[in-house]
C-alpha cells in the first residue's frame, strides 16, 4: 500500500519509526527475549519505494536517516546471527548430554 506523494519530513519520520522498531528489537535480543519483526519489511519497502519515487533533490535530505537504518539493520542482524549461534550451540550442547546419557544407561544395563 503506497501513500501518495509523503513528503520528506513524513518519509524522515518513517525511518524514524523503522530505527526505533530496530533499537527495540537489539535490546531484547541481548535481554535474551524473542524478538518479533512482524510489519518491519513491509514498512521498510514501503518507505523505500517512496524515497526512490522522490525528485533527487527531496531524496537526498534522507540520505542520513537512510544510512542509519542501513547500520542499524546490519548490527541487527548480527546480533540475530549471534542469537542463532548461542541457541544452536545450547542444542549441541543438550544433544551431546543425551547421547552420554543414552551410552550411560545402555552401558549399565548390560
Known sequence: MMTDDLKPVELKARLAEANATIDVARRALSDGKVVSLDGLE?????????????????????????????DGLEKLSGALGQDHRETQDALNTLNDRQRAQSAYAKNSKG
Not at 42 to 70: F, G, N, R, W, Y
Open 42 to 70: 513491509a514498512h521498510v519497502d514501503i518507505t523505500c519505494k517512496e524515497i526512490i519515487a522522490l525528485p533527487k533533490a527531496e531524496s537526498e535530505v534522507l540520505q542520513p536517516p537512510m544510512l542509519a537504518l542501513i
